[in-house]
């Protein structure tokens, strides 16, 4: 149920970058290159195969969009990890999500403080403007590479002492919600676009300013659909793709 | 339900910087500034306000985490459009989520051919490897703005002149579902992810090459989950959302 995405040139003129794609996309899948390496130059793979460099850059095209390498301005064509799922369902943690496909997933806090609450985000939790919350930030990994960060915001009256609890719970809002008593929760509504990263996130996920990120705006709930927890996760694009099954639940 | 994103900064070093970046944020909210347009440089900002370029820089970032600006090397940093939101449910049809939020969305089709279906596309489709596919071509906008471009896969066994009446259905896949007595569909499942765009897809998007893409895989399916469609989009991610609501169908 996950064709990756072939042939996005057809045609008579197909036949040369389709083979040097083929044959660096097998070269890809048998491990001679590695996530993170960088494909020799256009021009050398030219040389090598006997054809245009323009070519062997619509051979990479190809393979960057079927997200087996990618390309960026100044840095070459590098071989792209493979993107870790994450399922979008009605109930979405990180750690679960990744040891599902045997992936061990941690976390660790960055900051946590008190703010008073920005209205919009007061309005999607149920509450008065400037309600106090907590405004805490956190780093998530797989295997140890970094995926996304996120802040959070939750009701400080809700939520007392959550920055030692969020700490103490490494970092996972499943394991602190335990503490408070709330053995299950919900995904309410999830907004996902994309952009460039900022320096930071750029640092924090190590990847390079400017990589594409995916930015998820989410809401989590009681079970009654009552709204707890917002979240604003950036994710490397490069390492995560997001996987919604309306029927799968 | 829809916060936008406050607050990236907090401490006593936020006064000036928070106070430029609400001020540029008003400007863009009342229209001085519009979408598109360039913010002016940081160096200039800084005299104008009286304060270092770095702080004008973290009021940029923290209208970039909003989403109010694009902040790209060597561009500076421009007034985002506001996104439009696309919900993804169990049903989903461009024209009507556009409509629904009083937008005019119109495609075309870039082109259509027959293509032996790739091993993965076909084993998506619950076809044998090889299987006659269409291989289609669109290019979707909201009141003219191209929004994403999408390559389709369908049986031509299924869809005989799929071709033709994919383009006198102005390239709309639920109107030319119709054409074949298939008055409803599902979507079965969407994959997103996020990567710098290619030149080709720049153009047709008309963004920068390298700008972030928003890039969906779906699965479209007859109500009884068979699968008939598959279309690999890939949307501007400066212009639009993908929105997840697994309570809301």
Redesign the interface.
């Known amino acids: 149920?996950?064709?990756?995405?072939?042939?996005?040139q057809?045609?008579d003129g197909g036949t040369a970058w389709r083979r040097i794609a083929d044959a660096l996309a097998a070269s890809i899948e048998q491990g001679e290159y590695e996530p993170g390496d960088t494909l020799p130059a256009a021009i050398v793979l030219a040389e090598q195969y006997g054809v245009h460099r323009h070519t062997v850059r619509q051979a990479f095209?190809h393979l960057?969009?079927q997200?087996l390498v990618?390309?960026?301005?100044g840095r070459g064509t590098q071989v792209s990890s493979r993107?870790v799922?994450y399922p979008?369902?009605?109930r979405v943690s990180m750690r679960a999500n990744l040891g599902r496909i045997g992936m061990i997933g941690s976390s660790r806090m960055l900051?946590a403080?008190v703010?008073a609450g920005?209205p919009?985000?007061c309005?999607?939790l149920a509450l008065e403007p400037g309600t106090p919350l907590w405004?805490c930030e956190g780093l998530s990994l797989a295997d140890g590479t970094p995926m996304g960060t996120g802040?959070h915001w939750l009701a400080v009256a809700r939520f007392p002492g959550f920055d030692k609890v969020y700490r103490d719970a490494e970092a996972s809002i499943t394991a602190a919600f335990k503490a408070y008593g709330i053995l299950d929760y919900?995904?309410?509504?999830?907004?996902?676009?994309?952009?460039?990263a900022?320096?930071?996130e750029a640092a924090l996920l190590r990847i390079e300013?400017?990589?594409?990120?995916?930015?998820s705006?989410a809401?989590d709930a009681l079970p009654d659909?009552t709204p707890i927890h917002?979240v604003?996760s950036v994710?490397a694009?490069?390492r995560?793709?997001?996987?919604?099954?309306?029927?799968?639940?």
Do not use: Q
């Open positions: 149920m996950t064709p990756s995405l072939p042939d996005n057809g045609g095209r960057a969009e997200g990618t390309v960026a301005r993107r799922p979008l369902g009605r900051s403080e703010v920005d919009e985000i309005e999607a405004r802040t919900v995904r309410r509504s999830t907004r996902l676009t994309a952009r460039p900022t320096e930071r300013p400017g990589a594409a990120v995916l930015v705006l809401v659909l917002i604003n994710f694009g490069e995560m793709e997001m996987v919604v099954e309306p029927f799968g639940d």
